[in-house]
């Protein structure tokens, strides 16, 4: 009897997709028992206006080129026809759904690891999903409940203190930051003019 494929879903605005995210991504899948991560694209939400953040298909299309040397790494388009606002509950709902043959989990900073017990339905959540933690530099503590809870894998990988903000930030100012973006997703943004 073999065992469903176990699949990390990463989920992201990756606006743009950096080296952090590859780093973090790359390390779960091959340092933990995940045998796929998902980026997930989180798609534009039509009820807030946020000017900062490009099209879905941009960022999607970003995503794409990153992962192309990466097979274990999929870029997951699944937010685009859930109706919005989504929450990530639905989401796994809908992916179990689709997919019943897969195993899916849950992949988490911990600066989201300390806000979880305000997320909508996250006990459902903590029941029915294994959730793989990895290292961030932020404030506050994660609740008692989550420390050692057996759902909960803390995955020793990379801190990687880089940010879409700052990069966004930095092209804005004229900065090169080209050593934090894949080549490709780089010359994307360059040749598109995004950011500027």
């Known amino acids: ?5 176990r699949i990390g879903l990463y ?3 990756f606006n743009p ?5 590859l780093v973090i991504a790359n390390y779960m899948v091959e340092f933990s028992d995940l045998d796929e991560i998902w980026m997930v694209v989180t798609p534009h939400n039509p009820h807030k206006k946020k000017s900062t953040l490009l099209e879905d298909n941009h960022r999607l299309t970003m995503v794409r080129i990153a992962l192309e040397d990466y097979p274990k790494l999929k870029a997951s388009t699944v937010e685009f026809d859930l109706p919005q606002p989504n929450y990530t509950i639905n989401t796994l709902v809908h992916l179990e759904e689709k997919h019943p043959d897969l195993d899916f989990c849950l992949i988490m900073g911990e600066d989201n690891l300390k806000s ?3 997320w909508k339905n996250y006990q459902v ?3 029915r ?6 290292p961030r530099i932020s404030e506050g ?4 409940q989550f420390n050692d809870h057996p759902k909960i894998t803390k995955v020793n990988a990379p801190i990687m203190e ?16 080209r050593p934090m973006l894949p080549y490709e997703v780089w010359k994307y943004i360059d040749e598109m003019n995004f950011y500027k």
């Open 125 to 127: 959540i903590l029941d």
């Open 1 to 5: 009897m073999t065992s469903n494929k």
């Open 116 to 118: 979880f017990h305000k």
């Open 162 to 177: 880089i940010s879409s903000t700052f990069i966004r930030n930095g092209i804005t100012s004229g900065k090169n930051i």
């Open 141 to 144: 503590v994660v609740e008692t």
């Open 17 to 21: 997709i950096h080296i952090g995210h």
């Open 129 to 134: 999903y294994a959730i793989y933690c990895y």
């Open 11 to 13: 989920f992201g605005t």
